[in-house]
């Protein structure tokens, strides 16, 4: 069993900065894929960002140059920092994690970004 829990959005203006953190624990470990993916309204749920148990990274097209994502093994805590906010990046964002052959989801943090 893993638990995924996310905290960190909220409301922001446009340009402005949010830091989201997502806290594992369960049967999950530092070696396991996670990522951040996030939902709008009336629109499919897509990836944000992902980093491998090596630290490897990728991101969206969308997101690059903007947002960075992180993880402290220690802590089992994921990290997605997002700059320069905007209007589109408004939607749930879940955290994830891959531990094969199962995926696991948080319950999603809401990020609004106002014009």
């Known amino acids: 069993q893993v638990q995924l829990v996310e905290s960190g959005g909220g409301l922001v203006q446009a340009g402005g900065s949010l830091n989201l953190s997502c806290v594992a624990s369960?049967?999950?470990?530092?070696?396991?894929?996670m990522g951040w993916y996030r939902q709008a309204p009336g629109k499919q749920r897509e990836l944000v960002a992902q980093i491998t148990g090596g630290d490897s990274t990728n991101y969206a097209d969308a997101v690059k140059g903007r947002f960075t994502i992180s993880r402290n093994n220690a802590w089992m805590t994921m990290y997605l920092e997002m700059n320069n906010l905007k209007p589109e990046d408004t939607a749930v964002y879940y955290c994830n994690a891959n531990r094969w052959p199962n995926t696991y989801w948080g319950r999603g943090t809401q990020v609004t970004v106002s014009s």
């Open positions: 369960g049967s999950i470990s530092s070696s396991n894929t």
